[in-house]
């Protein structure tokens, strides 16, 4: 078992920046790989970004290339979510995901159903 727990989460005005971190506990850490996803209302959860077991590898969406970092730190148990140059179109609640193994990453990646464990969820807000 793993337990997921974002944080991070808040109100911004577009053009604003937010990091989102999410800690794990219970299964090792350094064997799964760590996602971000997004759901809107009326909206299917959407792949925002994941980084493999030992952070060498990376894969993003299209709509938040080059504005989002997503980076993992061992001493902490911990991934991060840095979020740049935000816009309206990125409010949602952000979820953090764990998947075994943990690499090498491929598109598969991008489906929230290869996902085992989730967090609870953090919303973000963005204002125009």
């Known amino acids: 078992q793993v337990q997921l727990a974002e944080s991070g989460g808040g109100l911004v005005q577009a053009g604003g920046s937010l990091r989102l971190s999410c800690v794990a506990s219970g299964r090792t850490f350094n064997n799964l790989a760590m996602g971000w996803f997004r759901q809107a209302p009326g909206k299917e959860r959407e792949f925002v970004a994941v980084?493999?077991?030992?952070?060498?590898?990376?894969l993003y969406a299209d709509s938040v290339k080059g504005r989002f970092t997503i980076s993992r730190d061992e001493s902490k148990n911990a991934v991060s979510l840095q979020m740049n140059s935000l816009n309206p179109s990125d409010t949602a609640v952000y979820y953090c995901?764990?998947?075994?193994?943990?690499?090498?990453?491929?598109?598969?990646?991008?489906?929230?159903?290869?996902?085992?464990?989730w967090g609870q969820g953090a919303q973000v807000t963005v204002s125009s």
């Open positions: 995901g764990a998947a075994f193994p943990g690499g090498p990453i491929t598109r598969h990646y991008r489906d929230y159903t290869r996902y085992e464990y």
């Open positions: 980084v493999s077991w030992n952070g060498g590898s990376t």
